[in-house]
């Protein structure tokens, strides 16, 4: 025999209101009956406990009765502790920022690597050509009639400079090689990672 029960007593505070309980219908009066859960049935209590603004203020209690496995309230179930101030203010929005700043630090670290990617027209050419000039020794080239307080002002005319003639035409072709060699395999590579990704999306 199966009946339904009153939710009341499973919204209350279990430590103020103890339901008495049974196992069998012997336990129980004779104008009373014994009711239990169904084997299969999985029932679990979550109390939601907040306090006002003020330290003063009373502690308010919910309960919210889920009905499914266990399991699923740890996927499905949030639990946080902000409170809108306002109600008109959703709970999901301190979330949604910290996601946004997350993706915007992602987005900011991503762009900082791909700025060193050796291509002409980033900063990593310009950091592989610096680099180049000291692995083979180059010195800058400064003009005689170049004065002090020019430099210190930095003239981009009269700023020292590394010159082509400051290498030998076997280093400076090896350097022009390197240079054009690193941006068409970087060239090359980032177009044969966007195909394969526009060809994976829409697979």
């Known amino acids: 025999m199966e009946r339904c029960l009153a939710p009341h007593s499973f919204l209350k505070n279990p430590s103020v209101y103890q339901p008495p309980r049974c196992h069998e219908a012997i336990d129980c009066d004779s104008t009373e009956i014994c009711v239990r859960w169904k084997s299969d049935e999985e029932i679990l209590r979550i109390r939601l406990s907040s306090q006002g603004r003020d330290s003063s203020s009373a502690e308010h ?21 902000y409170s809108a101030r306002y109600q008109y203010l959703p709970l999901w929005l301190p979330s949604a920022v910290s996601i946004f700043f997350d993706y915007l630090s992602t987005l900011t670290l991503s762009l900082y690597f791909f ?22 020794k180059a010195k800058p080239h400064v003009p005689e009639e170049t004065e ?13 400079r590394t010159d082509a ?17 690193a941006s ?10 966007s195909t394969l990704g526009l060809w994976n999306s829409f697979r």
């Open 148 to 160: 002090l307080g020019e430099l210190e002002a930095g003239y981009s005319a009269q700023r020292p």
């Open 61 to 81: 209690e919910d309960t919210i009765i889920w009905s499914g496995p266990w399991e699923e309230v740890l996927e499905d179930v949030t639990v946080g502790i």
């Open 115 to 136: 700025n060193l990617l050796p291509l002409s027209f980033l900063d990593g050419g310009q950091l592989l050509d610096a680099l180049l000039d000291l692995l083979l």
């Open 184 to 193: 068409y395999v970087t060239g090359g590579l980032i177009v044969i990672s």
């Open 165 to 181: 003639s400051s290498l030998s035409s076997g280093l400076a072709a090896h350097k022009r090689t390197v240079l054009k060699g």
